[in-house]
């Protein structure tokens, strides 16, 4: 799947509809397993923004993992702060398009 690249204008309206959403998904010690790829896949398929929680990683880490996720979901990151950090894929179906940007 084609990853579109967006706006900063996009980005900043995602970040804004993320600040109201609840962490989806926890990312714990056990890092990215075959479970917690299928759950963010089929979270992003449903959604199309999900925000995510890492447990117990550094910044280092929490940066390194930020793009692991980006590689294995075909998703994009648009913000991460702190310990969360916040995820959109666009659904290629326009008709099943939750998210507008």
Do not use: W
Request: hydrophobic letters at 45%; proline letters at 4%; glycine letters at 6%.
């Amino acid at each position: 799947m084609e990853i579109i690249p967006l706006t900063s204008a996009q980005k900043t309206r995602l970040r804004g509809l993320g600040q109201t959403l609840e962490a989806s998904v926890k990312l714990g010690k056990a890092g990215i397993t075959p479970a917690f790829t299928r759950e963010i896949v089929r979270l992003l398929a449903a959604r199309e923004l999900v925000k995510l929680r890492f447990e117990g990683a550094d910044r280092h880490e929490r940066a390194a993992l930020i793009t692991q996720i980006e590689t294995i979901s075909s998703s994009v990151c648009v913000g991460a702060v702190g310990h969360t950090a916040l995820f959109y894929l666009q659904n290629p179906d326009p008709e099943k398009r939750v998210v507008t940007v």
